[in-house]
């Protein structure tokens, strides 16, 4: 995605509501709140130089359809209602999205019973169209892929999250609001008469803030009097990419069953819009924040996510999957071995490197991975301190949410 074309140079002195960070969800609240709101004065501020720098534009680009969520969570919620949401947006903005539809398969007989759990979630959330298949049907499916049972889920898609960031800045810009870029806020300091935040070209005055930081939304919340509970560390996902002539391997999206422990999806195969097939991601702890290349290290980045009792909780309870993922990190051939569980045809020589991104993931003090959305408060603000997937598919309901958190201070 390139830089918007709607981006303003200097931010405002004064302004009704700041909102720190343009990824998608910073810009899905910023447009929701000025919608809400004609005439209020929105100024989303932006340390990067383009919109959705980070996670925004890094992600598989899936439309997930809400089946792996624990009912009645904030995802299983706002994913189901994001995803209706942004089909009928894209449809209005005319921005491709398509409904690819995916497979979940289970190629282990004890993978069957958490299949049987994720179909039962995915009911009682309101899934469109979810149904149990077997190999036949599969087969129908996915030619290549194989297993004892699946899900298939017709409402999962695929987008591009960065387009659909982009037409919340427009949708906001053309109401009046600003989007400020290269604008990088250092702290935050609430009083009777508003909140100020102080950033690269000065202080901003607004009467309220939102604060959509993603990587950095814990270091913003704690400034602002937050606990320091939950940190954020970083998962680098690395993705690999079907070399051309053997993409015919996959048609749509195909998922292996989760491992219900950990708030990840697992390695999967995904046909973007297009028509390349990404696979991946791995999830390894990184010393960056923005650790894009595996060699990035940030001195505070590390220390902080060393010093987080957390970390070591975590680590020694998932010693052997943290193991397993630096395999996977380090070795092609150990991504495709646990790819070719499902698609037996698939060969190390047929992938070559795609991309990578950073999963922004609260970790609790007890080294608990923070499951669900987090939105939370401090003086005259909402902060989002946990948005991982499906964030982005959520974006829409998400930003109602927080909207309606920072709806008091605006009143
Ligand atoms: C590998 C990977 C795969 C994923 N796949 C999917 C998927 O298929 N489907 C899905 O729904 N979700 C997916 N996600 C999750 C999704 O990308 C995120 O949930 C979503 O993008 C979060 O959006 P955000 O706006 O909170 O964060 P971000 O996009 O990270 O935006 C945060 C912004 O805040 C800015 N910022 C930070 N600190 C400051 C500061 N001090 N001052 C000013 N600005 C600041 C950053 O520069 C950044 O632009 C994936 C994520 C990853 C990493």
């Known amino acids: 995605m390139g830089a918007a074309t709607t981006t303003a140079s200097a931010p405002p002195r004064e302004c009704d509501l700041a909102v720190v960070g343009a990824g998608i969800v910073g810009l899905a609240a910023a447009r929701e709140l000025a919608l809400r709101h004609p005439g209020a004065r929105v100024a989303v501020l932006e340390r990067e130089s383009r919109l959705g720098a980070h996670q925004t534009t890094h992600s598989s680009g899936v439309i997930h359809a809400g089946i792996y969520y624990r009912p009645g969570s904030l995802k299983a919620r706002l994913c189901v209602a994001g995803a209706r949401e942004l089909y009928g947006y894209c449809d209005e903005r005319g921005i491709p999205a398509r409904r690819a539809g995916k497979v979940i398969v289970a190629v282990r007989p004890e993978e069957l019973p958490r299949l049987d759990e994720l179909e039962r979630r995915g009911r009682e959330n309101g899934v469109p169209g979810l149904r149990r298949i077997g190999p036949d049907d599969l087969g129908e499916i996915e030619p290549h892929a194989r297993g004892l049972a699946a899900l298939h889920s017709p409402a999962t898609g695929v987008v591009d999250f960065g387009r659909v960031a982009e037409a919340f800045a427009s949708d906001l810009t053309a109401g009046g609001g600003t989007v400020h870029t290269g604008c990088a806020v250092r702290t935050t300091r609430a009083g009777e008469a508003g909140i100020e935040l102080e950033h690269a070209a000065g202080t901003t005055r607004a009467r309220a803030a939102v604060l959509c930081a993603g990587a950095w939304s814990d270091r913003l919340a704690v400034a602002a009097g937050a606990p320091a509970d939950p940190r954020i560390v970083p998962f ?3 993705f690999l990419r079907l070399r051309d002539g053997r993409s015919h391997l996959v048609r749509t999206s195909i998922y292996p069953v989760p491992d219900p422990e950990l708030p990840f999806l697992g390695v999967h195969l995904t046909r973007g819009l297009d028509g390349e097939v990404h696979m991946g991601p791995s999830a390894l702890m990184v010393g960056a924040r923005d650790a894009y290349s595996l060699r990035s290290v940030a001195g505070r980045d590390l220390r902080e996510t060393l010093a987080w009792p957390g970390t070591r909780r975590l ?16 070795s092609r051939r150990a991504m495709v071995a646990e790819l070719r569980r499902f698609v037996p045809e698939l060969r190390t020589g047929d992938v070559e490197f795609g991309f990578a991104g950073v999963r ?7 080294g608990t991975l923070v499951d669900d959305f987090v939105v939370s408060r401090t003086e005259r603000a909402v902060h989002v301190r946990n948005a991982p997937s499906p964030a982005a598919t959520s974006a829409l309901a998400l930003a109602r949410l927080i909207a309606d958190e920072v709806e008091p201070e605006l009143a």
Do not use: K, N, Y
Request: cysteine-free; charged content about 35%.
């Open 236 to 238: 680098r996902g690395a």
């Open 360 to 366: 922004a993931q609260a970790l609790a003090r007890d």
């Open 315 to 330: 680590l020694r309870r998932h010693w052997r999957t943290a193991l397993a993922e630096v395999r996977r990190a380090a």
